[in-house]
């Protein structure tokens, strides 16, 4: 019903920048909150940062003042720009979004497949 693709990963020195695209496409009525979460080897799923269709947003301490989270409505995609990026920072990146989907009452939750970013020292 909806898909979410995933670009812009890749390999980057410790400083610099990436930044992630995601694009929902399908039966889409409305999307609400919008959000990138990240998952390294051995570890729980984190949120990095949220936002919701009105522009409220939320990131995790982690990354406040060096990653910035923005959408676009009209495109149904999700931006994560990582500046000032640290080897911690290395992880397979997830968006995800909270969608109403044409024929179903409540917001249903789809991930994306991931992208792998790893910062190196």
């Known amino acids: 019903q909806v898909q979410l693709v995933e670009s812009g990963g890749g390999l980057v020195q410790a400083g610099g920048s990436l930044r992630l695209s995601c694009a929902a496409s399908?039966?889409?009525?409305?999307?609400?909150?919008m959000g990138w979460y990240r998952q390294a080897p051995g570890k729980q799923r984190e949120l990095v940062a949220r936002?919701?269709?009105?522009?409220?947003?939320n990131y995790a301490e982690s990354v406040k003042g060096r990653f910035t989270i923005s959408r676009d409505n009209a495109k149904n995609t999700v931006y994560l720009q990582m500046n000032s990026l640290k080897p911690e920072d290395t992880a397979a990146y997830y968006c995800?979004?909270?969608?109403?989907?044409?024929?179903?009452?409540?917001?249903?939750?789809?991930w994306g497949q991931g992208t792998q970013v790893t910062v190196s020292s």
């Open positions: 995800n979004c909270k969608v109403y989907v044409l024929g179903y009452s409540a917001q249903q939750d789809y």
């Open positions: 936002i919701t269709r009105l522009g409220v947003i």
């Open positions: 399908g039966s889409i009525v409305r999307i609400n909150d």
